[in-house]
Each structure stands twice: as structure tokens, then as C-alpha cells.
């Protein structure tokens, strides 16, 4: 359970509305996940946190299925279940299929091996990698 | 440094050469770095591990650039300077840009922060990403 | 679920019930939470981590409900749902207001964000913060 | 070392000389830390996250030495060496005492074992803080 | 929730029943837990995932029981729930008491707490142990 | 660097001098390694501490190589170089050989993996793990 309220469409203030509005119109559904709605209590921060997403996750250099499968990879490594959960939707959303899926994870099955090898054995930065 | 010895050239046995020699002619270079002279203190796991990486960091339904990515971000989140250093190099190698490289970082801070913000409030996985 | 047994008041041993006791006199409540139930059933680790928080977390020279920031923030950090849960709800028996809750929780997501940007570009200490 | 360039004075853009010179201004000093001149590499970054650092970290609802110390408390769990430095140096000049320094060492230190403790036995969080 | 789908006996092809049929014999029991339910969506990586687990968790010059104890430690200290339950089982079903286990749980608390002292306050490594 | 004097043995008070003078009696060397140098800044947490290494590392119901071994896992986990290090040493010199060593960094390895493998997919806890 949340440590704190989350704000319900009754209760939202004229600037939460405003967000809350922006991130419907941007991904073409009614739906406003828990994260929004636990941001909402510090309406600057929800906006600030909304446009930050908004233009990061949004096209650049790097696909942008490609950026959600990145956002859960970071999040597998932090073990953080809610946003694993929300970011696997949305790069299955953005087109991820399962084998894809399946990849991914096994890359980062992978990565948690090697970076423990490596920790474990306190192997040094070979020269080669700092030029 | 390393709590192990790294294997050099001359004390190679001919198990461990044999997969030197692997990694040097399926990377097309003879540049063996000290994560394959670690491992080489145990040519079991040497092999093992150098076989996993080879078929997984290969050639499937996610671009071999993209893999790297992906490694390098799990390695941030794991604060496995090693992995960083060397996964960045990967993916450097196989076409990733500067401005891919700071758009990737990006969002490896963006994912670390909201990976936070989950956290600290305890926020539900809503109904809707359970289904 | 626990993996160990938690001690109910009609199990404890009489070395238990003596911490259980103390726990009850220090903070003027008879609820002992499932931490100190989980821990009983080594009486001996039981009594010397609740003398340890208790000094540690007790008056000194930082504010006690500082304190319980500070451990709010590194449960936070390390992914422990029952410490966030616990430590929030003892920060604000200590007076933490609802703003100061969203002002720190901004802050942990900020320290996520740039500890992951700083271990993502790998950058090197400055020599002023080594003086 | 770094895995991108840190932008010396002397290739400075006029964006990111602007930056610089708020960072100098506010700050009451020239002195510029390796992190910003590694974000430098992506000046539309590095302009978002000082206004996101200026305006987390100053003037609020919490002391602004306290915000350091937890930003140093949450760079600890995450191993972030560099942030661990910088942080405990803005604490130390907003005037952390080493008496504050050495206890707060020892909560997070006690907020370690703790967190491993819970984890470690799966103690379910007890619904008096769920309520 | 899992984010892939847990694959029941009946829709398992002849490449996945071929393992559970040599987990099933190797443990001894009918059971077949989720993980490798979960890990059957890429009956490739179940069987490499299965093969390496079998060889590196049997006999060898570390005792069975401690290398379970051993993965349950940084199961922990990784914050996996799932692991640190199936692991906690398979050390007691190796012969792991409630007197080990409480002994294996305080060693994990303690180097929870001084691996936060120690990155804390950024001792260096001494000499001595890097000869 | 340590961001905290490391007390050298000119400096010593009478309260810290006890403790090394026992730390060097019980290890049966004059050695006094940087972590009790660092944590000697605070008398108190310096007693108290090594009184907690001391008992719980000593003789008990698991076997004291094997708990170096558990807490080197811990701190590999935790990517606290320093502990790696001496806690490397300590098995090491408990009798340690190489092959346990290269075993240990195995399982350590395939615990990363698996834990990596079960956070991406969410897989949850069986029933049978619970009862």
C-alpha cells in the first residue's frame, strides 16, 4: 500500500487536471496509472516529473521501444516490481513482441551474471577501455 | 586489484587458448581482455560463460547495438565499473553514437529516479498491468 | 510470508519479554511490530539490535526525526518495503508534516537520478573533494 | 575515467557557459565539479537537471544540510563513490559537524543491517503501518 | 504477477517436458516450481538455465547446504523475494537448522551494516590486501 | 579517500587503543587494517562493533570459513570493494583453497543471474514455498 494518498479524479486541483489531461491526450487512453496519481500530492513535482518523462521517452536517437526496454532493464537491476511491470506494458505497447521480450530478458539475466563475476573477482579496467 | 591471478599468454593451457582463440576470431581482434583472463582460472566457467555470452550477445530478434545498451544499463544500475567501461565500448563499436550515448544516459537517470520515487512511496502495480 | 516463525506474546520466553517490555516503555505503546516478532527467535541478536537502535536512533546530535529521513532514504535506496513502511510511519510519529514527506521524496528520486547518471558516464572524483 | 569528455573552459558553448555561470553565481564559488562538465556533452541536460538540483536542494521544508545528508545516505546505498564525496562535502560546507558526520554514519549503517535482516527473513509489513 | 506466462503441464512441448522430467528426477519430487514454469517460454534458456544450476549447486568442493546458504545471501542482499524463499527451502531441505539459519541471517545483517560503513565513509583498501 | 581521518597509532586514545590491542590479540597480528582505523573516529561505534564482528564471526553453528565466504557474497552483491577484499583474505586465510574460491565465484555469479532472471519476469512465490 502506498505511504501516501492517491489522488483520485474527484479530488484532482485545476494543475493536476492539467497533467493528468496532457498524459491522456499523449497516450491516446482515459487511463491514469497509480504512479500520477501518487506524484499528484506535490503537484510541481508531478508536472515536472510528467514533462521529463514525456520529452525523454518521446522520439530521439534511440527507438522508442527500444528506450522502454532500456527503462525496464534498469528497473529489473533495482528491483523495482511496479515499474517492471509498467514499462514491460509499455514496450509491448510500443511493439515489443514476446520473443523479443524473452531476449531481453535472458540479456539481462546475463548482465546479473557477468557484473557479479566481475564484482566477485574485483577484475580491474583493462587500459584498452579508458583511451 | 584483482582477488584472483590474471591468466597471461604464456601460462595458458591449451583448454583456455582454445576459447581465447574463439574470442579473438569472432571479434577480429587479438585484444583479450582481464574479464576472459579472470574467468580463465577456471576453464570450465571460462568456456561456459564465454559460450552464453557469444549465442546471447549474437545475432537474434533484438539489435546486437541495441544488447549492448541494454548490458551497459544493467551494469549502471549494478555500479559494475567494469561492466560500464566495457559494455559502452561494445556498443560504441557496433554504432552507437555520442548523441545516442547521452540519450541512453538519460534515460538510465530518468529510470533511477523514478525507480526511486516508486520506491519511497510504496506505489500499488495497478489492476491493469496485472492482467 | 517470513521464512521464520513470528513470536507471539504467549510464546515469549522471559529474556524476550523483557526487550518486548522495554520496546513497550520507550515508545508508550504495547504494539510490538513483526521486526522484533521475526527477530525473537534469536534472543541474544533481538536484545542487541533493539539496544543498538535504540542508541542510535535515539537523541544526539542529529533530530530524531532527521534520523528517521535518513533511514527512510537508505530503506528506500535498498528496495525494503517493510523499512520504508516502518521508518515513514516513525519519521511522522516524529513530526514529519506531509510537505516535508514530498520534499524528501523528491529528494531520493533526485539522488536516483544523478547516482545513476554519475555511474553511467563513470566520472572520476574531483581531486577538491579528495583534500 | 570518464566514458564521455568532460568539457573544459576553453569549449564551453554559450548555453553551456550560461549554466556554468548560474552553477558559479549560486554557489559563491568558480570552481565547476567533474559532473557538470560531464553532463556538459548534452547541454539541454545539463540546463534541466541544475534547475531540478537548484530548486530540489535549496530552500524548503527541510534544512538544507539535511537534504545533503540524505542525499548522502541514498548515494551510500547505491555505492555512488563520486556522489558520496561531493555530498558529504556540500553537508560539511552547509555545516555538518563530524560529531553529525559520525552519527550519521552510523544510521546508515544500522539502516544496512536492518534492511538485510527484514529481507533476509521476508517479515511481512505488519497492517498498522498499512492503515 | 508475472509479467510471462507460467507454462502448465499440459500445454509443455517434448523439449520442456524433457527437462522437468530430469528436474523432477534430480530433486526427487513431482514439483516443478514457478521459475522454471516461467523459464519455459524459451525452452532454450530453460535447458542452459537448468544444466548450470545442476552442475553448479551439486557436489563439489563446497558443501551443498552452504552453497544454498551462499545464494541465499546475495538473494538478499540483490532484494529478491522469490530467491530468498526458494533458496531458504532448499538449504533447510539440505539439512540447514533453525539455529544455522538464525546464525546465517545475523552474518547477512552484519555485512548489510558494514558494507554501508565502509562505502559511507570510502575506506580504501589497505595495501596488505592487495599483495 | 576516506571523507574521515583514518586514526594512525600515534593518535590513538586509551578507549581505542583497548580495542585495537584486542583486535590484534584475537587475530594474533599486529595488523590494524583501515576499517577500524576509519570507524575509530567514533570510540563507541569502534567497540561496538568489532564486539559484533568478533562474536558473530567467531566459532558458532556454521563454520567460520564458510562465514567469510557468506559475507563475501554479501559484499559482492553489495559491490563494497573494500569488503571483498578482506573478507577474501579472511576465507582465504580460514583455509579457503582456490578451487573453493573459483566455486564460490560461481555460485555468486549464477545467483546474479537467476535473481536478475526471476525480478525481469516477476515471477511470484510459489505456495509451497510459503507454507
New interface residues.
Partial sequence: ????K?VQDKDVSSEVLEVFNDIRKTRGTD?I???WR??A??PV?LK??WE??KS??GP????VM??E??????????????????H??AAKAKGM??????????????????????????????D???A
Same sequence: chains 1, 2, 3, 4, 5, 6.
Avoid at 60 to 63: E, K, N, Q, S, Y
Avoid at 102 to 108: D, G, M, P, T
Wanted: contains cysteine; charged residues 15%; hydrophobic residues 50%.
Fill in positions: 500500500m502506498a505511504t501516501v492517491l487511463f496509472n497509480n504512479f501518487a506524484l500530492v506535490d513535482n515536472a516529473t521529463e518523462i525523454t521517452m530521439g536517437t534511440i527507438d527500444v528506450k526496454m532500456v527503462y525496464m532493464a534498469v528497473s529489473t537491476a533495482n528491483g523495482c516490481s511496479y515499474c517492471i511491470h509498467s514491460t506494458a513482441t514476446d520473443e523479443q521480450h524473452a531476449e531481453l530478458v535472458k540479456i539481462i539475466g546475463l548482465a546479473g551474471k557477468t557484473n557479479h563475476l566481475v564484482n566477485a573477482m574485483q577484475i580491474p579496467v583493462d584498452a577501455f579508458l
